[in-house]
Antibody, heavy 114, light 110 residues
């Protein structure tokens, strides 16, 4: 059974940083692209970033380019999202999702507020 | 900037059939966009109903089906039930690693 468990969310001040983690199991993690998708309170879903199996390619939505960095550790079956220069607009539940957006974690809430 | 379009809201009677659509602000949708469909209830993570245009995820009833209708992707619910009342989202693969979601459709069953 595919399992994706996000962690690392919380309350952070504008301009601050946060690192999200996703522990994956139940599938060959090294063979999958991986994504982060977010959902602001009361809003729709927004794809944020993804990373190729070996980490050699990374793509981002324009609104996070230069501030967020996606990475993966295949030895630890883990996906990460380093978020810097956070803004109020980044407040959302962040979901870890497999490559074709088929399997989803339960999400972790990030709140950016003073 | 291309936008993925969905009906903001839709209503269906219990037992009825409804087709939700997902299009592009410019251009036509094809299977190359690999459309997926999700169902989401408040406070829950999205549940994948359909991936790659028309493949049902494990455990999804066969009253949910995906297709390309004209120039849009479509999700058809046949024999709607009360617990189908949810938000439904579609997503397209736009190429170069980028995915784009529609704004979602709020489905009411009454």
């Amino acid at each position: 059974e595919v399992q994706l468990v996000e962690s690392g969310g919380g309350l952070v001040q504008p301009g601050g940083s946060l690192r999200l983690s996703c522990a994956a199991s139940g599938f060959p993690f090294t063979s999958y692209w991986m994504n982060w998708v977010r959902q602001a309170p009361g809003k729709g879903l927004e794809w944020v970033a993804n990373i190729k199996q070996d980490g050699s390619e990374k793509y981002y939505v324009d609104s996070v380019k230069g501030r967020f960095t996606i990475s993966k550790d295949n030895a630890k079956n883990s996906l990460y999202l380093q978020m810097n220069s956070l803004k109020a607009d980044d407040t959302a539940v962040y979901y870890c999702v497999t490559g074709s957006l088929k399997f989803w974690g339960q999400g972790t809430l990030v709140t950016v507020s003073s | 900037q291309t936008v993925v379009t969905q009906e903001p809201s839709f209503s269906v009677s219990p037992g009825g059939t409804v087709t939700l659509t997902c299009g592009l602000s410019s251009g036509s949708v094809s299977t190359s966009f690999s459309p997926n469909w999700y169902q989401q209830t408040p406070g829950q993570a999205p549940r994948t109903l359909i991936y790659s245009t028309n493949t049902r995820s494990s455990g999804v009833p066969d009253r949910f089906s995906g297709s390309i209708l004209g120039n849009k992707a479509a999700l058809t619910i046949t024999g709607a039930q009360a617990d189908d009342e949810s938000d439904y989202y579609c997503v397209f693969y736009m190429g170069s690693g980028v995915w784009m979601f529609g704004g979602g459709t709020k489905l009411t069953v009454l």
